[in-house]
């Protein structure tokens, strides 16, 4: 099999700017089944940004040159079919119907709104249209206003709340998409947005003693009272907001080596089965809550190696080549050339039985740092 990065160059970007890609509607696809036919299933916003992150990306590097036309039509398809305009404010419905565009999802979901900001980073490095970059501010402008607790801080999941309880996954991909636009756009105010996140990871989200982030919490940052979420963070999350921190650190000048060597350290000392495949749910005692792997977490772990790597690990790039192998081993070109397994069982079997264009974003993010440092 080709290497990791020429996998994701040669052959997946191809299939799902193919398969994955509805040019009459000028969509991506949600998902393939596993003959690599487009499933007929809502669509989501979320999707279509990771997408458009992709392929923006994908052309920026100069790995896959129509990817900038793709990724163009889609984000005019994006502000067509779920993105409500008005005054100084811009919100994203989160479905809609795949053949007559109706909206299914009206709901606002703060995990939507940071992949539209990340999108809309990487789709103006390529293009340097500045309405993008106005489209992020109206957009940001909702996320303040009605998305951030303005209590006890952080966002919402969702507007209207199905719950009151909050999640660490939307800050993290909150703060990934504000350190994206402090790239595309320095001094533009994102490095302070992404400052308030970094304070609420250290304030909030974690067990300093313990080395843990948590993922579940009460509105207001207490332990959750469900027994099933209290304590449990993904190793998956600890590599992720590990490099997360060093792109933060590279660009603040905030020192998190830290918080960074104890989470990669959790991670690696619980989060990994006799496999060196990476379990779902960890307890913050080191038990294992869920035994199976998605495909994700070892994209993260990549992202993770990469930093260390870049910081003199000795061993850091061996455990990218680890992770890249696994992933190849177990998740892609499964069930066809350029697909993969999201989810598999403790045993090896597939625990779903489509391939998610969701997934794309991890793989390729993975991809571009594993270049980086030659793997």
């Keep these: 099999m080709k290497s990791f990065v020429n996998w994701n160059r040669d052959v997946a970007l191809p299939v799902w700017a193919t398969r994955g890609f509805d040019p009459a509607a000028s969509r991506f696809v949600e998902r393939l089944d596993r003959s690599g036919r487009p499933l007929s299933v809502p669509h989501r916003a979320m999707v279509q940004a990771r997408q458009i992150y992709v392929y923006a990306h994908a052309a920026e590097l100069g790995w896959y040159a129509p990817g900038a036309t793709l990724a163009d039509a889609a984000m005019t398809a994006l502000r067509r079919d779920f993105c409500d305009e008005a005054g100084d404010m811009a919100s994203i419905a989160f479905s809609i119907d795949p053949h007559t565009g109706r909206r299914i999802s009206e709901v606002r979901d703060s995990y939507t709104h940071a992949f539209i900001l990340f999108a809309i980073a990487y789709l103006y490095r390529l293009t340097r249209d500045p309405a993008l970059i106005g489209l992020a501010e109206r957009i940001a402008t909702f996320v303040m206003r009605d998305m951030v607790d303005p209590h006890h801080g952080g966002v919402v999941d969702a507007v209207p709340a199905a719950s009151t309880a909050k999640r ?169 050339a350029g697909g993969w397994t999201d989810q598999i069982s403790p045993t090896g079997e597939p625990l779903v039985d489509y391939v998610p264009a969701s997934s794309f974003y991890h793989l390729f993010l993975a991809a571009t740092e594993a270049d980086q440092i030659g793997l």
Excluded at 210 to 234: A, C, K, N, S, Y
């Design 168 to 336: 660490q996954n939307p800050q993290m991909h909150l703060l990934e998409a504000y350190l994206a636009l402090e790239e595309a756009v320095p001094g533009g105010g994102w490095l302070e947005q992404a400052d308030i996140l970094v304070a609420l990871f250290y304030d909030r989200l974690t067990i300093a003693d313990q080395g843990v982030l948590l993922e579940h919490f009460t509105h207001d940052w207490r332990t959750h009272p469900d027994p099933t979420m209290r304590g449990v963070f993904e190793p998956g999350h600890h590599y992720e907001w590990a490099w997360l921190l060093d792109r933060h650190q590279r660009l603040s000048g905030h020192d998190h080596t830290q918080w960074r060597a104890m989470l990669h350290g959790k991670a690696a000392q619980y989060g990994h089965a006799p496999s060196g495949l990476i379990y779902d749910e960890v307890n913050a005692d080191g038990q294992v809550a869920k035994r199976s792997h998605r495909l994700w977490p070892h994209t993260e772990a990549i992202k993770a190696a990469a930093v260390r790597h870049r910081d003199g690990d000795g061993e850091a790039f061996e455990d990218a080549r680890r992770m890249a192998a696994l992933l190849s081993a177990h998740f892609l070109d499964t069930p066809f």
